[in-house]
């Protein structure tokens, strides 16, 4: 589990394709020596696992599911990720729980700077769209964040300038693809209401 307070921003140093799935190794800032084997690690969104470790990187293997669900499969050498590491008990939860389980791509559709910070609009699947709610958080791209406002299926956050300078979000243009995880409560109070027909 996560908070979406992204703790560093890593760079795909290098891309292993498998027989299913791919091999990623990232760069990070973050100090290895205290990153078991096995621990996992929000990568954009998306929880991956270590499976190998150098002083200044570790290596996760991907999927071919999360390949084709979330924005992986389009990840080259260079790219810049948002990064986070696992929940511990003690930790502050700074941005709502997350749980690193991609719901689905969206699409940036508008981006405009307003003063300092950036407004940036984002179009997600149909299917999605009933669990964006207006003052409500959301994670993209591994980052929480609040909506500020919703129109059918695009909802437009409201960027302020750490974030922006400290997390992959400052990369985006508009039509980049980005990684998108409902509120975890929302989904299950929708759940809920298709259970009980409502």
């Not at 990153?35 to 190998?52: P, R």
Request: charged residues 25%.
């Amino acid at each position: 589990m996560f908070t979406g307070i992204i703790t560093d921003v890593g760079r795909i140093a290098g891309i292993e394709t498998r027989e299913i799935g791919r091999r990623l190794t990232i760069e990070t800032a973050y100090d290895t020596s205290g990153v078991d084997i096995g621990a996992s690690i929000a990568c954009n969104g998306a929880c991956l696992t270590v499976v190998e470790k150098t002083a200044s990187s570790f290596s996760a293997d991907v999927s071919g599911e999360t390949l084709d669900k979330t924005t992986s499969g389009g990840w080259a050498v260079g790219t810049r990720i948002n990064l986070e590491r696992a929940l511990r008990a003690a930790d502050e939860l700074g941005g709502h729980l997350v749980l690193g389980h991609v719901d689905g791509v969206g699409q940036v559709v508008g981006l405009d700077r307003e003063g300092d910070n950036h407004r940036v609009s984002i179009k997600v699947p149909d299917a999605l769209k009933h669990y964006v709610a207006s003052k409500g958080s959301i994670t993209v791209d591994g980052v929480s964040l609040t909506v500020n406002e919703v129109d059918d299926a695009v909802f437009g956050v409201n960027i302020i300038p750490h974030t922006w300078d400290n997390t992959s979000l400052a990369d985006v243009v508009v039509g980049t693809d980005v990684n998108i995880e409902v509120d975890v409560i929302a989904r299950y109070v929708a759940r809920l209401l298709e259970r009980d027909g409502t």
